[in-house]
């Protein structure tokens, strides 16, 4: 069992950064990829970016490349994705999402995620 906390979501104008933070507990962290997803209203929810077990795989959603960074820390039981130049269109409930099995890459499927934080909220402004 994995259990996830976010935080650090809030209200940002258009051009600006957040990070957020997701706290992991469970002994299978460190053997798993991570990921953070998004859904804004009415839409599904999706990838925005991806993590390997060792943090040497990353991947991201064709919309956040460039923008977007994740990283892990094993040691701090944490996921972080620092949100740069957001855009309105960013706008949504970040999910931090820990993989179902142990595996070597960067998983962007949903499917391959069985742990859910609560969500956080990320608002952009024009």
């Known amino acids: 069992q994995v259990q996830l906390v976010e935080s650090g979501g809030g209200l940002v104008r258009a051009g600006g950064s957040l990070r957020l933070s997701c706290a992991a507990s469970?002994?299978?962290?460190?053997?798993?990829?991570m990921a953070w997803f998004r859904q804004a209203p009415g839409k599904e929810r999706e990838v925005a970016a991806a993590?390997?077990?060792?943090?040497?795989?990353?991947d991201y959603a064709d919309s956040v490349k460039g923008r977007f960074t994740i990283s892990r820390d094993n040691a701090k039981n944490t996921v972080y994705l620092q949100m740069n130049s957001l855009e309105p269109e960013d706008t949504a409930v970040y999910y931090c999402?820990?993989?179902?099995?142990?595996?070597?890459?960067?998983?962007?499927?949903?499917?391959?995620?069985?742990?859910w934080g609560q969500g956080t909220q990320v608002t952009v402004s024009s």
């Open positions: 999402a820990a993989g179902r099995r142990p595996v070597i890459g960067a998983p962007k499927l949903l499917s391959e995620y069985a742990y």
């Open positions: 469970g002994r299978t962290f460190l053997s798993i990829p």
């Open positions: 993590i390997s077990w060792s943090g040497g795989i990353t």
